[in-house]
């Protein structure tokens, strides 16, 4: 799989937006681009994913850059809740390549009142 | 529906022992895969099954072992354990049938090799 590249640590306020960004200049023609985080003490949950359209869901939005070589999270308006590791993580579509998922260090996102 | 459930979630062993440990995925999910956390090393990638198959193995020495029953629930086992094998244990489960690739993990187990 293509690896991406993330900042280490981000700080946010809370109930601002945050912008955390993904590079991926080596992504392929059909790869995936996965977000997941994981809060303290708990296991890995699915965020958001997309292909080449920017996404909407009630967790986040997921911006593609034209090219596909970078793309961005955004937590519209960040509560304590949302301080988490987040992953991005690129993907061939299942069933054909399995389920594995390449976890890399992710961005550290703390949350302050 | 219920999630992943795996157990124990707590465990302690010493240097040279074996352990198991068991996942219960979503109901009607077929693909379960392993998952090992270390601060060290992040999450790596342990082996995946689907339908009582290995499908993917990650790079793990062959103390590392798995196997899936047919009613998808899975386990896995470390023989000989080292001092380096503790760590936060995931499984995460998976429906062939979405192409969403979506995962659903556990809250993982804790192995701590004394």
């Known amino acids: 799989d293509a690896k991406t590249t993330q900042p280490n640590s981000m700080e946010s306020n809370e109930e601002e937006p945050v912008h955390l960004p993904c590079n991926h200049s080596?992504?392929?023609?059909?790869?995936?681009i996965h977000w997941y985080r994981q809060l303290p003490s708990q296991g890995p949950e699915y965020v958001i994913h997309?292909?080449?359209s920017n996404v909407n869901n009630r967790m986040a939005s997921l911006a593609i850059a034209e090219d596909r070589k970078s793309s961005t999270l955004i937590l519209h308006r960040a509560t304590l809740r949302d301080a988490a590791v987040y992953y991005c993580i690129l993907r061939d579509p299942p069933p054909n390549s399995g389920y594995a998922l390449n976890f890399g260090k992710g961005t550290s996102l703390l949350v302050t009142p | 529906k219920a999630g992943v459930t795996q157990t124990p979630r707590y465990l302690i062993k010493t240097r040279g022992q074996q352990v198991t440990l068991s996942c219960s995925p979503i109901s009607g999910h077929r693909s379960v895969s392993w998952y090992q956390q270390t601060p060290g090393q992040g999450l790596q990638f342990l082996f995946e099954y689907f339908s009582e198959t290995q499908r993917n193995k990650g790079n793990f020495p062959g103390r590392f072992s798995g196997r899936q029953f047919s009613n998808s629930r899975s386990e896995m086992n470390v023989s000989t354990l080292e001092l380096g094998d503790s760590a936060l244990y995931l499984c995460?489960?998976?429906?062939?049938?979405?192409?969403?690739?979506?995962?659903?993990f556990g809250e993982g187990s804790r192995l701590t090799v004394l």
């Open positions: 080596t992504i392929s023609g059909t790869d995936y």
């Open positions: 995460a489960s998976s429906s062939a049938e979405v192409n969403t690739g979506e995962l659903f």
């Open positions: 997309g292909l080449t």
